[in-house]
T-cell receptor
Framework: ETGVTQTPRHLVMGMTNKKSLKCEQH?????MYWYKQSAKKPLELMFV???????ENNSVPSRFSPECPNSSHLFLHLHTLQPEDSALYLC?????????????FGPGTRLLVL | GQNIDQPTEMTATEGAIVQINCTYQ??????LFWYQQHAGEAPTFLSY??LDGLEEKGRFSSFLSRSKGYSYLLLKELQMKDSASYLC??????????WGAGTKLIIKP
């Protein structure tokens, strides 16, 4: 148990659906992250939030929309996804953004887009 | 561009020692991380190196040479539960984490 939870753990959706991924951290951290992990590829950083403010957005398509209502919760809203968006979506948190801060990961949501 | 290289897959025997290498080319350097990820689970932090040399933590050690852009993770007295992917990540001058694709380690009895 790393203190970061994600729901759902598995999600199958059609290209016209709208769904949301949820992440919650119980570590009192100030920074939260969304990553995409595809098979045999490096982790791709999607979004970074620091103190509820989005500080990074790495050229992610607009069909992915993050939301950070408070420092403990992070959402990823999904709409009109493509099959190539099928991947493991990982949430992480760290005490602060930057420096030597260790990131703590959630178990991920395995997403399949049909 | 920025790049992290590590072998795709390695196989080792229970009880033996294995060394997983990681080489990097990044714009600046602010530390190197190793994470372990079991199939279907979250990556978990193993080690952090920011200065040259060897950091030892029980059966696991991590080495860094900044001048060579090189690190390795050394696992001793391998156990079956060590079968996992090992991810190398480097923090660059902008404090961005650049990740390698991971090394899948298979332990055989």
């Amino acid at each position: 148990e790393t203190g970061v939870t994600q729901t759902p753990r598995h999600l199958v959706m059609g290209m016209t659906n709208k769904k949301s991924l949820k992440c919650e951290q119980h570590l009192g951290h100030n920074a939260m992250y969304w990553y995409k992990q595809s098979a045999k590829k490096p982790l791709e950083l999607m979004f970074v939030y620091s103190l509820e403010e989005r500080v990074e957005n790495n050229s992610v398509p607009s069909r992915f929309s993050p939301e950070c209502p408070n420092s403990s919760h992070l959402f990823l809203h999904l709409h009109t996804l493509q099959p190539e968006d099928s991947a493991l979506y990982l949430c992480a948190s760290s005490q602060e953004r930057g420096g030597g801060e260790t990131q703590y990961f959630g178990p991920g949501t395995r997403l399949l887009v049909l | 561009g920025q790049n992290i290289d590590q072998p795709t897959e390695m196989t080792a025997t229970e009880g033996a020692i294995v060394q997983i290498n990681c080489t990097y080319q990044t714009s600046g350097f602010n530390g190197l991380f190793w994470y372990q990820q079991h199939a279907g689970e979250a990556p978990t932090f193993l080690s952090y190196n920011v200065l040259d040399g060897l950091e030892e933590k029980g059966r696991f050690s991590s080495f860094l040479s900044r001048s060579k852009g090189y690190s390795y993770l050394l696992l001793k007295e391998l156990q079956m539960k060590d079968s996992a992917s090992y991810l190398c990540a480097v923090r660059d001058s902008n404090y961005q984490l650049i990740w390698g694709a991971g090394t899948k380690l298979i332990i055989k009895p």
